[in-house]
């Protein structure tokens, strides 16, 4: 019985798009690559955008074989060793960091794309993001990293906050030094920070109640793979408690939430199919530098900021890249 979810997609070699070619047809023509694709959420949601993204980046055709953990992190080292199994060219790790730490764990000869808003050196993915070494490189959008930041902006919309939540998944690696960072920055503005955690979503609705009961004036969604799955409902949890909240990635305020600020995940995900594209062409991994955000992007909805009774700031407003109202 195989552990294998998802199906298999044949790419034509430049258009990226799906088809379907007759049996015959596919016997006369040369072996194609097989890519595997290893990802910790569920082929639902935002990973359908993600895998969009991949096939725009990725300029070589080939199959590719789906993987996904369904937001079950213990599943991905069994899913990895399949991949491995099969002998796929190339491994595309992608959502939690876990999932590209899987892969590495399983082959040291397969090259390993990861794409993850965890420290790529501090995880032990690679050895520096200039030389990478190894079989193992990718694409970081360094989120933990923007923690302050976020953090500073939510202050700012909401400057009588006495004092803040943060979300985090526990099973998330490194999820030590994801919150050192947002304490740190909390203690900044002297503010004090609760700690919630949710390892899968039916954690969601008692995180909420328990953050009523703190009465903690606003809250700050961490990056994690598991909440970008399920952004729709903790939008919706966020918006039926009347909780300002800031959160990673714009698909979040596109979906109602209040405000976002991070890299574009579609623009990530481009990233690791080019790399991919890259290694299929003959490149190696240890070769190619870990590729790093240029562009940050700060969105806010100003139809759920009215709804919360708040007033954005001119200065915030003004250095916003977008403003869906």
């Given at each position: 019985m195989t552990v294998t979810v998802g199906r298999r997609e044949l790419l034509v070699a430049l258009g990226g798009a799906a088809a379907v070619w007759p049996l015959a047809a596919r016997a006369q023509q040369p072996a194609m690559p097989v890519i595997g694709w290893l990802h910790s959420a569920t082929p639902a949601g935002y990973a359908q955008m993600m895998t969009a993204a991949f096939r725009q980046g990725l300029s070589e055709g080939g199959y590719i074989e789906y993987r996904w953990a369904e937001n079950q992190i213990d599943r991905l080292p069994a899913l990895a060793a399949d991949l491995a199994r099969h002998q796929v060219s190339v491994i595309a790790a992608c959502g939690s960091p876990a999932s590209a730490l899987a892969a590495k764990s399983v082959t040291t000869s397969i090259p390993i794309i990861f794409e993850n808003g965890g420290d790529p050196v501090q995880l032990g993915l690679v050895a520096s993001l200039s030389r990478?070494?190894?079989?193992?490189?990718?694409?970081?959008?360094?989120?933990?990293?923007?923690?302050?930041?976020?953090?500073?902006?939510l202050r700012e919309l909401v400057p009588s906050a006495t004092s803040v939540a943060v979300l985090v998944n526990p099973t998330r690696p490194a999820v030590d030094a994801q919150l050192a960072q947002l304490q740190e920055a909390a203690r900044a503005l002297g503010l004090p920070l609760h700690i919630l955690k949710a390892g899968n979503q039916r954690d969601f609705d008692a995180v909420f109640l328990t953050l009523v009961e703190l009465r903690a004036s606003a809250l700050v969604i961490a990056a994690d793979a598991l909440f970008a799955d399920r952004r729709d409902q903790i939008v919706d949890l966020a918006r039926r408690y009347s909780v300002p909240t800031i959160y990673e990635v714009r698909e979040f305020v596109a979906a109602g939430g209040l405000m976002s600020y991070g890299t574009s995940l579609p623009d990530v995900y481009r990233q690791v199919g080019s790399l991919a594209g890259r290694i299929l062409k003959g490149e190696k991994p240890a070769d190619l530098p870990v590729t790093q955000p240029t562009k940050f992007e700060l969105v806010i909805n100003l139809k759920t900021a009215k709804e919360l009774g708040l007033t954005i700031p001119p200065g915030v407003l003004a250095i916003a890249d977008e403003v869906i109202e």
């Open positions: 990478p070494g190894g079989n193992v490189t990718g694409a970081t959008n360094f989120s933990a990293e923007l923690v302050t930041k976020r953090l500073g902006l």
